[in-house]
């Protein structure tokens, strides 16, 4: 009953890593290279996290 108010965290880490891919994109338009690849690598961390929690998910039930 009380997890419908739970806020799913693998949600919670897509909203991350798509405002990192986002500010990514404008690093790269306005030719910051060096912020792009940064931002970028931390968006990729996200996406693993996410990765790990949905295989958790799935494997606890």
Not at 35 to 41: K, N, V
């Given at each position: 009953m009380f997890s419908?108010?739970?806020k799913?965290p693998?949600?919670?880490?897509?909203?991350a890593?798509?405002a990192?891919?986002?500010?990514?994109?404008?690093?790269?338009?306005n030719g910051?290279?060096k912020a792009?690849?940064?931002?970028?690598?931390e968006?990729?961390?996200?996406?693993a996290?996410?990765?790990?929690?949905?295989?958790?998910?799935?494997s606890?039930?």
């Amino acid at each position: 009953m009380f997890s419908l108010f739970k806020k799913d965290p693998v949600a919670k880490l897509n909203k991350a890593y798509l405002a990192k891919l986002e500010k990514a994109m404008q690093a790269q338009r306005n030719g910051d290279i060096k912020a792009y690849s940064m931002i970028t690598a931390e968006a990729e961390q996200i996406a693993a996290e996410m990765q790990q929690l949905k295989d958790a998910q799935h494997s606890g039930g």
